[in-house]
C-alpha cells in the first residue's frame, strides 16, 4: 500500500450526494412544463440551456435557477410570470434549504486515510453555495486546505501544483468526473482515481476509458486497499 501521499478530493458526487437533487428537481419540472411525448425533448433542450449558460454564469443553484427558466420560456413560447417563477422556487427548495448527504463510507474513510497522507479537497462552483456544503459536511478538519475554483481544468490543476509545492508523482486527484476531476488532472502530469457516480451531471461526461485512470475503483472506501 502506498503511504505518504497527496489526496485531493473532488466534493460533490464523490464526498457528498448532489446531482440527484437536481435530477429530482428536474423531474419534477418535466412533469410540470412538459407532456409524456415531450419530455425527452424538453431535457435535451434544458441540457443545451444549461450548458450555455455554465458559460456565463458558472455552476450552481443559481445557473440552474435561470436554465429551468430560460427553459419554460423556450417551451411555452412566453416570459415566465410570477406565477411560474414562484413554481421553479418551490421546486428549487429541497435543493437550497438541505444539509448535505455523504456518501458511504466517506467519513470513516478519510478518518483512516488522514493518518498516512496528506488531504486536500478541490471542488468547482459558485463560491458562497460550495463553502455552505462545505461547512455543511463537517469533515473540513480532515483536509489541509480546501479550494473553491470556477472551473476544474488542466490549468486549475497546475496552478493547485504549484502554488503547493506539490510532487505531481505523488500527487492523487480523486473523482467521478471525467471531465473535471481524471483527465485534465492526467494531462497537468498528476495523477487519478476514478469512483464512478451513476448520478454524474450529464455535462460533466466526455469520452473516457475507466482503464485511462492511474485507478479506478467502485466505491469510496475501496481507497483503504490502495492507500
Known amino acids: 500500500m502506498l503511504k505518504g501521499q497527496t489526496l485531493v478530493?473532488?466534493?460533490?458526487?464523490?464526498?457528498?450526494?448532489?446531482?440527484?437533487?437536481?435530477?429530482?428537481?428536474?423531474?419534477?419540472?418535466?412533469?410540470?412544463?412538459?407532456?409524456?411525448?415531450?419530455?425527452?425533448r424538453t431535457r435535451t433542450l434544458l441540457d443545451?440551456?444549461?450548458?450555455?449558460?455554465?458559460v456565463s454564469l458558472g455552476y450552481g443553484a443559481e445557473m440552474f435557477?435561470?436554465?429551468?427558466?430560460?427553459?419554460?420560456?423556450?417551451?411555452?413560447g412566453r416570459i415566465p410570470t410570477a406565477e411560474d417563477k414562484a413554481r421553479?422556487?418551490?421546486?428549487?427548495?429541497?435543493?437550497?434549504?438541505?444539509?448535505?448527504?455523504?456518501?458511504?463510507?466517506?467519513?470513516?474513510?478519510?478518518?483512516?486515510?488522514?493518518?498516512?497522507?496528506?488531504?486536500?479537497?478541490?471542488?468547482?462552483?459558485?463560491?458562497?453555495?460550495?463553502?455552505?456544503?462545505?461547512?455543511?459536511?463537517?469533515?473540513?478538519?480532515?483536509?489541509r486546505s480546501i479550494h473553491i475554483v470556477a472551473e476544474k481544468n488542466v490549468d486549475t490543476y497546475r496552478q493547485l501544483t504549484a502554488d503547493l509545492d506539490l510532487d505531481p508523482d505523488r500527487t492523487w486527484m480523486?473523482?467521478?468526473?471525467?471531465?473535471?476531476?481524471?483527465?485534465?488532472?492526467l494531462r497537468a502530469g498528476l495523477k487519478a482515481v476514478y469512483i464512478p457516480h451513476e448520478h454524474t451531471w450529464v455535462?460533466?461526461?466526455?469520452?473516457?476509458?475507466?482503464?485511462?485512470?492511474?485507478?479506478?475503483l467502485r466505491r469510496f472506501a475501496e481507497l483503504l486497499e490502495h492507500f
Open 88 to 143: 421553479i422556487e418551490e421546486l428549487l427548495t429541497p435543493l437550497t434549504n438541505r444539509g448535505v448527504e455523504l456518501i458511504e463510507g466517506v467519513e470513516d474513510t478519510l478518518v483512516a486515510l488522514a493518518e498516512n497522507h496528506e488531504l486536500l479537497l478541490l471542488t468547482k462552483g459558485n463560491l458562497a453555495e460550495q463553502q455552505r456544503k462545505v461547512d455543511a459536511s463537517r469533515i473540513t478538519h480532515h483536509f
Open 203 to 216: 455535462l460533466e461526461h466526455e469520452e473516457f476509458r475507466p482503464e485511462d485512470a492511474t485507478l479506478a
Open 65 to 76: 435557477r435561470q436554465s429551468l427558466a430560460d427553459c419554460l420560456e423556450a417551451v411555452h
Open 174 to 185: 480523486i473523482g467521478n468526473s471525467p471531465k473535471s476531476d481524471i483527465l485534465p488532472a
Open 48 to 54: 443545451e440551456i444549461e450548458a450555455k449558460n455554465a
Open 9 to 40: 478530493f473532488d466534493a460533490d458526487d464523490t464526498l457528498w450526494e448532489n446531482n440527484v437533487l437536481f435530477e429530482r428537481v428536474i423531474d419534477g419540472f418535466l412533469n410540470w412544463v412538459a407532456t409524456p411525448e415531450d419530455r425527452s
